[in-house]
T-cell receptor, first 111, second 112 residues
Framework: GENVEQHPSTLSVQEGDSAVIKCTYS??????FPWYKQELGKGPQLIID?????GEKKDQRIAVTLNKTAKHFSLHITETQPEDSAVYFC??????????FGTGTRLTIIP | DTAVSQTPKYLVTQMGNDKSIKCEQN?????MYWYKQDSKKFLKIMFS???????INETVPNRFSPKSPDKAHLNLHINSLELGDSAVYFC???????????FGPGTRLLVL
C-alpha cells in the first residue's frame, strides 16, 4: 500500500517569512496529492491539491509542487500570517477514494 | 447549516461500554468515510461507504461496526470499548468522481 512521509514534524517561522513542508510517497500509481490544514479542535480542511498531470499549482499565498519522478511534493506558504498556525497534512491517493495521510507538520507563526 | 455534522462532540466512557457516534451530511455526497486520529495526530481511514454500501474496510477490529441507514448518514457503533480506542473520530464525505473528502468537526472519544 501507499506510504507517505512528511517533514518536518514541527516548523516555526517569523511572521512574513515563507514556510515549506515536504512529503514523499511510495506508490507510483498515486495521482491525487491534497493538502489539509487542521486548526485546534477542528477537522482537517482541504486547502489545495495537485494532480499528477501538473507540476505546480498556486492559490494566492499557497503553492504546491510535484515531482513524480522523485515521488515528492511540497507545500509553500509565502508571507505567513498568525492565522496560518495549524497542523498541515499532506496525502496521496491512486484515485481520490482512499487517502493515505502524512504524519503532519505543526506550523507556528511567530509574531 | 453545517455541511458535515457529528454527534456527540465529546464522549467520555468506561472500558467495556458500547457507544455510537453519528454523522450526517447535507451535501448530497455519495461517499462517506470514518477516519481515526490518534494522540500523535496520525489520520487513518477506517471505513468508506458509497450509496450505503461498504467499499473500504481497513484492518479495524470487528468491535467497530459502521451503519448507513441512508445516503446522508453514516454512524459508527463501537462495542466493548478499550483504552486504545481513545482518539478523535472524523466523518468525511466526498462527491463521486470529483473532489476530495470534506471532514466533519470530529468526535473526541476518551475511554477510562
Amino acid at each position: 500500500g501507499e506510504n507517505v512521509e512528511q517533514h518536518p514534524s514541527t516548523l516555526s517561522v517569523q511572521e512574513g517569512d515563507s514556510a515549506v513542508i515536504k512529503c514523499t510517497y511510495s506508490d507510483s500509481a498515486s495521482n491525487y496529492f491534497p493538502w489539509y490544514k487542521q486548526e485546534l479542535g477542528k477537522g482537517p480542511q482541504l486547502i489545495i491539491d495537485i494532480r499528477s498531470n501538473v507540476g505546480e499549482k498556486k492559490d494566492q499565498r499557497i503553492a504546491v509542487t510535484l515531482n513524480k519522478t522523485a515521488k515528492h511534493f511540497s507545500l509553500h506558504i509565502t508571507e505567513t500570517q498568525p492565522e496560518d498556525s495549524a497542523v498541515y497534512f499532506c496525502a496521496a491517493s491512486p484515485g481520490n477514494e482512499k487517502l493515505t495521510f502524512g504524519t503532519g507538520t505543526r506550523l507556528t507563526i511567530i509574531p | 447549516d453545517t455541511a458535515v455534522s457529528q454527534t456527540p462532540k465529546y464522549l467520555v466512557t468506561q472500558m467495556g461500554n458500547d457507544k455510537s457516534i453519528k454523522c450526517e451530511q447535507n451535501l448530497g455526497h455519495d461517499t462517506m468515510y470514518w477516519y481515526k486520529q490518534d494522540s500523535k495526530k496520525f489520520l487513518k481511514i477506517m471505513f468508506s461507504y458509497n450509496n450505503k454500501e461498504l467499499i473500504i474496510n481497513e484492518t479495524v477490529p470487528n468491535r467497530f461496526s459502521p451503519k448507513s441507514p441512508d445516503k446522508a448518514h453514516l454512524n459508527l457503533h463501537i462495542n466493548s470499548l478499550e483504552l486504545g480506542d481513545s482518539a478523535v473520530y472524523f466523518c468525511a464525505t466526498r462527491a463521486v468522481r470529483e473532489g476530495l473528502p470534506d471532514f466533519g468537526p470530529g468526535t473526541r472519544l476518551l475511554v477510562l
